[in-house]
């Protein structure tokens, strides 16, 4: 029976590459992976001729040269005879630390707002809206710059400060219009053990809440979790400050010449960033958060009311864990999205990646190419990294089939 | 499907014909205007009026070379660049020429695969600050933050002198002359540096001028000029000989007022003669005709004339002569023999 069914064997003819539908699909699969590869053989040829007919070749030899310029925020330590390269890692650390502050606080201000907008009060939920509508509605680069134009133009001179105009907030915190001065950390001898402890009691907080939720699993009983968080989180540490005699100091900064002497500066740049990037941010993630939780049934609030359960202990318990189902994957992509929206920094000169390698580096040496290709590979590695982090955590909040 | 095949025919057409590369002079010729790049805005050297007319030292070289070659010195299109965006739009040939004060370095030169035709502005790298902090020296900036265009080198010079000097200071990069004036005037950094005509300018344009101070450091060289891609050599003349019609012209003594007659009527020096035509055919080694420094020459005036039109004494720039003088007056400007 079935050997009328099977092909005639032998009976190969060319037309049936394109009339046999058998073939056809893979006909037309090498025809279109030919045209790709011409395509791209098109481009690189194309690069590579241009490249000559400028007199220029293809080599990352520029990023062992001294870089020759300075750039103000560096995590680690780099002068202007540091090579290129090592200017490259100053803007990706400083594109690093703006990603996941900014994430952090976008996260905070989308979580409180997302909630509530859904919130009964009038008043509150329009305010909200107002902040998702305003900050969504407008272009990121226009509030990057605004908030900066504020933040530079409104605020008092350092000088200010020297002559005893302003004084300084708590006499530890200097807000000007050239950055903000606050009180840098000294760590003297002991201060390591003073930090092991801090860490120790981080621990005993994830332990303790570990134990309490097992507890209230099994028998319903509640313990005070917010009131032993917050006594692991500061008496330890206060206990060993203490008995370690003070290891760790403040120094203050102090007016002085051009404007302060000690203390850390945080740049106006950088505080502009952060603010615009974390509301804009925060504006989108805030939907998120309201979409995940209207997805939730309100049969399950209701259910968790009739069981007696308060408003506050329905949203952490019941209506939350099964919206970051919901939640956590557009959450991703919002992340991602502020990482790579962090190359707008150049607008109000922050040193990031983009400005020190896509920029400086590219333009005092004339490696557009190769820089543009590192900046792409950079960037590409970053958000690989944060939405491997990202689907790893939506893993485990995840719907569990068994 | 006919209609696809045609358009994808059509694409590679064009694709194809984009890679090709002509010879820069007939491309101007093809296309009626002269692209050139100037800079966003810097009053004195670049910068557009109320009607969109641009003008300035460096504009007024654009429509020398337009007026060579195309006999309309109103035929320049010009393309604003900050100093980040100049050599990639050079390099791409998205401008002919590059008339941005722009600092004659050996990697431009060289490992950029550019070809600087001339200097014309000798300047150096100054600072400004603003009276009241009592400032008289660059040596008292430790600890300073300071304004800087990111892409320059400025920039670089900047890095070097504090750290020559053993100082410390906070550089704030910025993008734009015109931005870098805004956060230096706002007070968000203590002084700004860039090439001291361009600080002249700068100051030119504050509500109160006398309320800055130039420092009288001058901490590098900074010869600026005309720059064209490498590779087409006869492009590179033409720039070149027109900043030199220019230089030679004043040294010469041709004007705007006078070349026409001298033009016509020849002279008794066979320099000027050959400079404007009379005699030779130099117009025609440049592929140009006879009469272009004429066309040079009488749009705005020899060097000294643009130079006092724009930025000189009498402008509100007021910018001397200094190292801009002639050869024959102390100065540095000395266009090599048309010959």
Known sequence: MTTTTEPRSGGFRLSQLLYDTRYRSITIQVVALGLLVLAV??????????????????????????????????????????????????????????????CIAATILGVIAGVLRLSKNWIVSRLMGVYVEGFRNIPLLLWIVLIFAVVSESLPHPRAYGSGEVDLWLGSVAMTRQGTWIPAPVWGAGSTALLAVFVLSLAAIWGFRRFARRRQAATGQILPVLWVSLGLLVLPTLIAYFLLGRPLTL????????????????????????????????????????????????????????????????????????????????????YLNLTKNSSLAIAVGYMDVRATLGGITINQTGRELEGMLLLGLFYLTLSLIIAGFGNLYNTSVKLKER | MNKTVIYGALTIAGLAAGSAAAATLDDIKARGTLNCGVNTGLTGFAAADANGVWDGFDVALCRAVAAAVLNDATAVEFIPLTSQTRFTALASGEIDMLSRNTTWTFTRDVDLAFEFTGINYYDGQ??????????????????????????????????????????????????????????????????????????????????????????????????????????????????????????????????SANVAQLAADGTDNPEINRLLGVEGDFGAMLGLDNDWAVRVISTGGNYGELFERHIGESTPIGLARGLNAQWTDGGLLYAPPFR
């Open chain 2, 126 to 255: 100054g600072f400004i600050v603003p009276r009241e902090l009592g400032v008289a020296s660059a040596l008292e900036l430790d600890g300073a933050s300071v304004c800087i265009e990111t892409g320059t080198t400025t920039e670089l010079n900047l890095a070097d002198f504090f750290r020559v000097n053993n100082m410390n200071y906070e550089p704030v990069p910025i993008a734009t002359n015109g931005e870098a004036l805004e956060q230096y005037g706002a007070g968000a950094c203590d002084v700004y540096t860039t090439d001291a005509s361009a600080l002249a300018a700068a100051r030119a344009t504050f509500e109160d001028p006398s309320a800055h101070v130039i420092l009288p450091e001058i901490v590098s060289k900074e010869p600026l000029g005309p720059v064209v891609r490498h590779g087409d050599n006869q492009w590179g003349d033409i720039v070149r000989w027109t900043l030199n019609a220019l230089i030679a012209a004043e040294e010469l003594g041709i004007t």
């Open chain 1, 251 to 334: 120094d203050y900064p102090e007016p002085r010449g051009f404007n302060f002497d000690g203390g850390v500066l945080i740049r106006n740049s950088f505080i502009a960033l952060w603010l615009a990037l974390s509301l804009y941010t925060g504006a989108f993630i805030a939907e998120i958060v309201r979409g995940g939780i209207l997805a939730i049934s309100k049969g399950q609030t209701e259910a968790a009311f009739a069981l007696g359960l308060r408003p506050g202990r329905t949203m952490n318990l019941v209506i939350l864990p099964q919206a970051m189902r919901v939640i956590v994957p557009p959450l991703i992509s919002q």
């Open chain 1, 41 to 102: 053989y098109w481009l690189l040829s194309n690069t590579v001729e241009n490249l000559e007919a400028l007199g220029k070749d293809f080599n990352f030899g520029f990023l062992a040269q001294p870089a020759s310029y300075d750039i103000n925020q560096r995590l680690i330590e780099y002068d202007s005879r540091s090579s290129h390269g090592r200017a490259a890692i100053v803007g990706m650390l400083n594109t690093i630390l703006i990603a996941v502050l900014g």
